[in-house]
């Protein structure tokens, strides 16, 4: 077991002395523009306990760190450290979640002692002093966390990508470490817009999971493929496989006819799970699609995915964004 699940790391005070609201983003140049359905849904769902099952019966942690966490170092140097963290762990965890998911997935203060984890066990200072017993304390607590979510895996490459020549690779693209103490905006909407996709799929799975338990014990395979099917990839849930995206595509599809089957896949999915809207429970086509019925569906299954994350989870969920807009 990982720790005991708190989300107090996410409600922390801003500079101005308020807690930020995490059913919407913070302004920042580093997260891609929302996709106004999920927005617009996140700002009217019913948050009040009393919607909530208990006993939880879906482990709450996060299957990925939350793209906001990742930005949260004020410091160019931290955020340096938790970008490259991150784009070094992801394909190991992505791998594991999609293969063998822990069985209980990591706390936001887990997933930020590991992001702040430094490539030594024994750090010097920039003036060359031995290190101070916070700074120990904190390099520690980074490795356990390091342990407790890959094993040594990490640990055994973590010097050499942190090495003056040291890279990670990103959808096929070579970063040098160095660079992410300015990184451009755009590199780091890119790394956020993953985040929030494998976030919103590996939720999705899980919640289903639980939800349709008679589709997935009567045919697993089926089931899987049409979660999959929900996804334009051809490598089911396994996204960094394949050339970054240039435009909104699948379920964010801009054009009726593009985004049709995906819908259809989606609503055919939710169909299976308890209090289902009735305007969810008519299959389209293109004899019947239009764009204001698409608009609707969109917003109702965007509002009963939402509504009933947050009745099992007790938080919000990680939703889609919108491409990050290149010049």
Known sequence: MLTQFSDSIEARPTQSGESRDKWKDPETPFLPPPNLH???????????????????????GYRFPKPTLLLSPKLPERLQLYLANWLAACPLWIGRVDHDP?????????????????????????????????????TEKGMR????????????????????????????????????????????????WELFELGFWYELRDLDRYLAQGCWNNDAISREQ??????????????????????????????????????????????????????????????NITDTYSWEVRRAAAMFYIQTFFDHFSRPPIVPHLLPMQS
Not at 109 to 136: A, H, I, N, T, Y
Not at 148 to 171: A, C, H, K, R, Y
Not at 259 to 280: A, G, H, S
Request: glycine share 6%; net charge negative; charged share 20%.
């Open 38 to 60: 999920w927005e617009g849904t996140m700002k009217i769902v019913i948050r009040d306990e009393s919607h909530v099952r208990t006993p939880y019966v879906i482990d709450r």
């Open 102 to 138: 822990p069985c209980t997935y990591p706390t936001p203060q887990l997933w930020c002692d590991f992001l702040g984890s430094v490539p030594s066990v024994q750090p010097q200072s920039s003036k060359g002093k031995e290190p101070d017993r916070k700074s120990l304390i904190a």
């Open 145 to 192: 966390a390091m342990r407790d979510l890959f094993g040594n895996d990490l640990l055994e490459t973590q010097g050499d990508i942190f090495s003056p020549e040291g890279v990670v690779e990103f959808w096929g693209e070579q970063i040098f470490i160095a660079s992410l103490a300015t990184p451009p905006s755009l590199l780091v909407q890119k790394i956020t």
């Open 226 to 287: 049409l979660l999959h099917s929900i996804f334009p990839s051809e490598a089911g849930l396994v996204m960094w496989s394949e050339s970054f995206p240039s435009e909104n595509y699948g379920l964010w599809n801009n054009t009726l006819m593009g985004c049709l089957p995906y819908l259809e896949n989606f609503r055919r999915l939710l169909c299976n799970w308890d209090d289902v809207p009735p305007c969810l429970t008519t299959p389209l086509t293109s004899d």
